[in-house]
């Protein structure tokens, strides 16, 4: 299914559903546990993520140039920063599997999620942990807390996008 119509329905622990509509009609995709990879492709660029912090809508500093927050950030911005009350729930934005969950001095508690197919994502300065390492994650489920541990300025998620070893602007994945 390479149909730039074709989007996520469901989503299961390395199970996807897709559809595309066709003439009026719902053609469903795979269900296969190699689905999740093909479909990885799929969503790219389709707005086909889950927002991850549903407590708030508000990005305090958007993906691309800027001034350095702090001393030591980088001023090319990574990703999106939510501000969010501390201890907010951080959601899963797709199914996958969690590859990195730990503590960087710039990164604060930190989450890595593989989607398949080359898609990643990130979940920085979080108060506290829910997952670990080599556990199955679903759509929108909780896999940390705000916070400001790390490089940071204040209680925010720090939301990057990688795919295939590149930063993506993490707006153009995300539905809100």
Known sequence: YTNKKVSLR???SYKVAAYKKVDGKIITGPKSSNSVSAMAEVYIGKKGMAWP???SKRITSY???RSAPTRGAS????GIDIGANHGAAILS????KVTEAGYSRVLGNYVKINHGGGLYTVYEHASKLLVSEGDTVKLGQKIAKVGSTGLSTGNHLHFTVLYKGEYKN???YLDK
């Open 10 to 12: 469901k989503t299961y």
């Open 75 to 78: 001023t090319f911005h990574r």
């Open 170 to 172: 993490p707006l153009n």
């Open 53 to 55: 912090c549903p407590s």
């Open 93 to 96: 934005v797709a199914s996958g």
């Open 63 to 65: 993906y691309g140039r």
